[in-house]
């Protein structure tokens, strides 16, 4: 059954965060294309375990910090 | 206007404008063919209507079409994207998945058709009408999801 998917993210404010950073900018330093990091961006497209880590590698951020998937922190506490 | 607002812009990636060329093409190439055969037949039986030539130049046309056209919408805008990357191979495996049933439905019809001694016209014809229908559904699928959100199962 296709259903949406949960995982919710802060790319946008993250992007914000770094001096504005493009979403060409951004697609450029993980290898996607800018239509695949606006699929990211509106929870259109659930990214590869890699692109995740590159997306928070990029904010030099924790993985947590960039991706939620909803019941994770209260499944860790 | 801050650089960060232009999220919602809708632009293709080259794989998504190939995905809508070809659907174009298949449409079109299979619609002119029906045509041109209806058009021939003229009243007889549509079995006895001259269908060859006009389904290999169908099918000819529209590989050449699909060609061209790609090649003009790559040198329409230079400067697009021409990167190909995972979400659209996943695409482009979802789209193909889709259309194959419909190529593997018109290989076991027309193996049934000829071994129940069918007419030629009706087996080419079924094998024709599945590819059409393959290329349809599977760059349908394509742009769906390219224009809405990949599907979770």
Request: proline content about 3%; hydrophobic content about 50%; some cysteine.
């Amino acid at each position: 059954m296709v259903k949406p998917t949960r995982v919710t993210n802060r790319i946008r404010a993250l992007r914000f965060a770094h001096d504005e950073m493009t979403q060409a900018e951004l697609a450029e330093r993980i290898g996607v294309t800018r239509q695949t990091v606006i699929a990211i961006e509106q929870g259109r497209y659930s990214p590869s375990l890699e692109i995740a880590f590159q997306i928070a590698h990029v904010f030099k951020v924790p993985l947590e910090e960039v991706f939620h998937y909803p019941g994770s922190q209260e499944e860790t506490t | 206007m801050s650089k960060i607002l232009y999220i919602t812009e809708k632009v293709m990636t080259l794989e998504e404008k190939r995905a809508w060329i070809r659907l174009v093409v298949a449409v079109a190439a299979y619609g002119g063919y029906v045509v041109v055969v209806l058009g021939r037949a003229a009243g007889r039986p549509l079995a006895e209507a001259p269908y060859a030539a006009a389904l290999l130049w169908s099918v000819g046309a529209a590989i050449v079409a699909a060609i061209v056209a790609e090649v003009v919408a790559g040198a329409v805008n230079p400067k697009a994207s021409r990167a190909k990357d995972v979400r659209d191979r996943e695409i482009g495996r979802l789209g193909d998945h889709v259309g194959q049933s419909f190529v593997t439905i018109g290989a076991v019809a027309a193996m049934l058709m000829a071994v129940a001694g069918w007419d030629r016209f009706w087996i080419a014809n079924v094998i024709y009408l599945c590819f059409a229908l393959s290329a349809v559904l599977g760059n349908v699928t394509k742009v769906i999801v390219y224009r809405g959100s990949f599907p979770q199962w």
